[in-house]
Nanobody, 124 residues
């Protein structure tokens, strides 16, 4: 079992920044990959970024490449998503998820555990 809790969402103006956190518990944190996904109203959940268990490999969606940075602090059992140059189209509920196979994947069905999500709203 893995428990994930997201935090750090909020309201920000376009061009601003936010840092999301995903705090994990339940299994050896460095043994699994963690991904961030987002879901806007009326849309399917989409991949944003993911990081391997020890942090050596990351992967990003084209839509956030160069603006978002995923990182992890295994001593704190936390994964971060630094979001810069935010756009209104980044507005969504952001979820973190754990992939126990420790493979950096982009499909929701590949992830085993999910957090409850945190709302990010970017105003124009």
């Amino acid at each position: 079992q893995v428990q994930l809790v997201e935090s750090g969402g909020g309201l920000v103006q376009a061009g601003g920044s936010l840092r999301l956190s995903c705090a994990a518990s339940g299994r050896t944190f460095s043994s699994y990959a963690v991904g961030w996904f987002r879901q806007a109203p009326g849309k399917e959940r989409e991949f944003v970024a993911a990081i391997s268990g020890r942090g050596g490999y990351t992967f990003y969606a084209d839509s956030v490449q160069g603006r978002f940075t995923i990182s992890r602090d295994n001593a704190k059992n936390t994964v971060y998503l630094q979001m810069n140059s935010l756009k209104p189209e980044d507005t969504a509920v952001y979820f973190c998820a754990a992939d126990l196979t420790n493979v950096v994947l982009i499909t929701t069905s590949d992830y085993d555990y999910w957090g409850q999500g945190t709302q990010v709203t970017v105003s124009s």
